[in-house]
């Protein structure tokens, strides 16, 4: 199983989200994107992308106000 990286530090809402969604559509099926970022909103962003997609993500964490989410692509 691959892991795409996705460095989204430094934007904001709807950045992330955004970049992940085109991101994601490199990742194969049951693939991971993981994707670093500084907005706090990202993680109500992330967790309704995922929702939305049928994606899953798969966890969050949060370490000195940098988020890293690992998302696995849905398929």
């Known amino acids: 199983m691959t892991t795409t990286?996705?460095?989204?530090t430094g934007l904001r809402?709807?950045?992330?989200?955004?970049r992940?969604?085109?991101a994601m559509k490199g990742v194969a099926a049951g693939g991971v994107l993981e994707v670093k970022a500084t907005d706090p909103g990202a993680v109500a962003d992330f967790q309704s992308f995922c929702e939305?997609?049928?994606d899953?993500?798969?966890e969050w964490q949060e370490s000195d106000g940098v988020f890293l989410f690992r998302i696995r692509k849905a398929g």
């Open 5 to 8: 990286f996705l460095d989204a």
């Open 13 to 18: 809402c709807p950045l992330p989200v955004l």
């Open 20 to 22: 992940a969604r085109k």
């Open 52 to 54: 939305t997609t049928g």
């Open 56 to 58: 899953e993500l798969v």
